[in-house]
């Protein structure tokens, strides 16, 4: 089962790059594991790597299209 990229950045499909970049980074810092309590580390860098994954893909136009 494909994960919706688009919903664990909290955008839509039709996002342009400039709003793809801006939740990523709101949410990265948000879950960044050096920013976080230590109780809630392990989750956070969970979720920080799906959002970094979700942002590698949204923003390369070519794995975009696919």
Known sequence: ???DLYATLGINKGATDSE???AYRK???KYHPDVVEE???EEA???FK???EAYAVLSD???RSR
């Open 1 to 3: 089962m494909k994960k």
């Open 20 to 22: 793809i970049k801006s």
């Open 27 to 29: 949410l990265a810092r």
């Open 39 to 41: 109780d809630k580390k």
């Open 45 to 47: 860098t969970e979720k």
């Open 50 to 52: 799906e959002i970094s």
């Open 61 to 63: 136009e070519e794995k």
